[in-house]
């Protein structure tokens, strides 16, 4: 089974979860062009401070109230943290990452994303002071 593999950079998006899945598409149909094939897709973003999952698309408000909970669980600015030297969001931004994660695997059926109706993949920015970020997609077919 051949693999395939992107890098792309993400835009510098502003904090919050923002819904990659076209960038995603993009970059296996330049993979894999006009494929039919089933495999699997893996995503791994390359950082600390960001994360990835899949969740609904088509109401905009799933990302706000997530967004809005996950601060509430990993709140900024708490006299305890000892990791301040970033800002005070970079430690809650660390914990949001490993609670949500920074990798993904979706199957890949008749060339394209095995998503759900109404599933999309995200880009979870816990970051007030965003950079780009690497996102590793690699198409096992």
């Not at 835009?11 to 039919?36: K, Q």
């Not at 897709?41 to 996950?70: C, Y």
């Not at 994303?113 to 590793?136: A, D, F, P």
Request: aromatic content about 6%; glycine content about 6%; some cysteine.
């Amino acid at each position: 089974m051949p693999y395939h593999q992107a890098i792309p950079t993400l835009p510098a998006y502003g904090r919050g979860i923002h819904i990659i899945t076209p960038l995603i598409e993009d970059a296996i149909e330049a993979l894999i062009p006009h494929s039919s094939e089933a495999g699997l897709v893996h995503l791994f973003l390359q950082h600390t401070s960001a994360s990835l999952a899949i969740n609904e698309n088509a109401d905009p408000d799933v990302r706000l109230d997530t967004e809005d909970w996950l601060n509430k669980i990993a709140p900024a600015d708490l006299p305890e943290y000892r990791h301040t030297l970033e800002g005070s969001d970079d430690l809650p931004a660390h914990f949001k990452s490993i609670m949500l994660g920074v990798s993904l695997t979706v199957p890949l059926i008749n060339g394209a994303l095995g998503l759900g109706m109404w599933q999309g993949i995200y880009l979870c920015e816990h970051r007030n002071h965003i950079s780009q970020r690497k996102l590793v997609i690699t198409v096992n077919t």
